[in-house]
């Protein structure tokens, strides 16, 4: 994809678009190629643009919030949004809004909540209640229209879920690896949600046993299905021995579990082999940043100056006779040549950098020892001879005979040249330089194809 940075590399092409433009070798070698490497999944985003979009699998999600955005880059891994021209994400289909796995939404025009499942179905929830124990992200609102092309999915009323194929514990926003027969002992069917829905929360680091304690403080023990309370804390630590501490769990976590009398004084905890490992690699960015090449060091063609005009040689006094006759005459000494100096900007032709300090191309040609007046180069310093220095040695005749017509200048089609765009490059009407060439129709000229150029 061509960046205002230059080429940046494209890994999976085919998650992007089919839309692809082939180029000669010449071409794509005089681009510069940035450091970096585009893949699917990947954020993007156009140079001022307020806009996001989610790219994967060949489509594009439109996200219009910048907290949207942050939802993404934190899913996926990604620094930072990437900075694509506008016309190249437009190459990817769009199919509706950004909705990142494990947020929150809701329809404008109702408050039923849902939990965003995957990139394409959304799981409806109880209650607010559940909606905090299941995520800590913020509720956004989305139209009807937005929701209804997701697919509905329910019966989500289990604080355990199934992520590629094993249980994990789910409470405000983290999702708890724990051993199968400990996760026997909490009550209900473990809910299957997707791998990238998984990735979406926070991943607790320390292992989970069969120890609970509720937001007013109270401790219980989970066994068979049911929490016991336990007494104090002299008592769980006689439970807990060397195993795992508590959960701290919300209440809608807590009220899923029946409360059944005291705990035991003694118990023997279940096993903690076999906890799953919680690694998700769903949705993971595997591209690399582009990073702007540092400027080069030939240094920056200088603004066009301002021509500086031939100063009027200084007439010196004619002496004054004494006793000779009148002197012959002394010939006044010649003005030094002045010229000024011009770097070639970009678009720059002759006849054009001719026009503009009041100088014939050809002039500028010889003064320049350039054998070619259409090999000039960006960056190129030309000297401009000004009216005293360009101005021919030879008197002019005095019954001046018409000069002959200048041979016209020649031009090679380049890839995206137009008839009217080359006129104009030249100074020349597009009608002119058609009829000089035999073009009678000026939408077809090739690649390579040479063009006189009328005066």
Not at 188 to 196: C, H, I, Q, R, V
Not at 349 to 368: D, E, M
Not at 430 to 443: F, P, V
Request: hydrophobic share 35%; charged share 15%; aromatic share 6%.
């Amino acid at each position: 994809v061509i960046t205002a940075d230059g080429k940046l590399p494209v890994s999976d092409p085919e998650n992007w678009t089919d839309q692809v433009v082939a180029l000669p070798d010449s071409v794509l070698n005089a681009i510069p190629t940035v450091e970096g490497v585009l893949a699917a999944p990947a954020v993007v985003t156009s140079q001022g643009n307020k806009l996001s979009y989610f790219i994967q699998s060949g489509e594009r999600r439109i996200s219009s919030t910048t907290a949207m955005t942050t939802e993404f880059l934190k899913l996926m891994g990604q620094p930072k949004n990437i900075t694509l021209p506008q016309s190249a994400i437009n190459t990817v289909p769009s199919v509706g809004q950004a909705m990142a796995p494990g947020t929150i939404v809701k329809a404008n025009n109702s408050s039923r909540l849902y939990l965003i499942d995957d990139l394409n179905n959304k799981i409806l929830l109880a209650s607010t209640s559940q909606a905090k124990s299941v995520s800590d992200s913020k509720t956004y609102t989305f139209s009807s229209a937005d929701l209804a092309k997701l697919t509905t999915r329910n019966g989500f009323t289990s604080f355990k879920v199934k992520c590629n194929s094993e249980t994990y514990l789910l409470d405000g926003g983290v999702i708890y690896p724990v051993a199968p027969e400990v996760a026997a002992h909490f009550p209900g069917d473990a809910y299957p949600l997707a791998t990238s829905t998984c990735a979406s929360f926070n991943l607790s680091s320390r292992p989970i046993g069969q120890f609970l304690r509720d937001s007013k403080g109270l401790l219980f023990f989970i066994e068979n299905g049911v929490r016991k309370r336990i007494s104090n804390w002299t008592h769980f630590g006689n439970l807990r021995g060397d195993g795992p501490g508590f959960l701290q769990a919300s209440s809608w976590f807590t009220s899923k579990i029946p409360l059944s009398g005291k705990a035991p004084a003694t118990v023997t905890l279940a096993s903690l082999e076999n906890t799953p490992t919680g690694n998700f690699g769903d949705l993971t960015f595997v591209g690399s940043v582009p990073v702007t090449s540092p400027a080069p060091t030939t240094p920056a063609p200088a603004p066009t100056p301002t021509p500086t005009p031939t100063p009027a040689p200084t007439p010196k006094p004619t002496p004054t006779p004494t006793s000779s006759p009148t002197p012959d005459p002394s010939p006044s000494p010649e003005p030094e040549p002045q010229e000024v100096q011009y770097r070639v900007q970009s678009g720059d032709t002759l006849v054009r950098i001719g026009a503009k300090f009041g100088v014939a191309p050809s002039v500028i040609q010889s003064y320049n020892n350039i054998s070619n007046p259409n090999l000039i180069r960006v960056g190129q310093l030309i000297k401009i001879p000004t009216a005293a220095s360009a101005a021919a040695p030879e008197p002019a005749p005095a019954a001046p005979e018409p000069a002959p017509a200048p041979e016209p200048t020649t031009y090679r089609v380049q890839s995206g040249d137009t008839l009217w765009g080359i006129a104009r490059k030249f100074g020349v009407s597009s009608k002119a330089l058609a009829e000089l060439n035999g073009i009678s129709n000026s939408n077809f000229i090739r690649v390579g194809q040479l063009l006189k150029i009328p005066s």
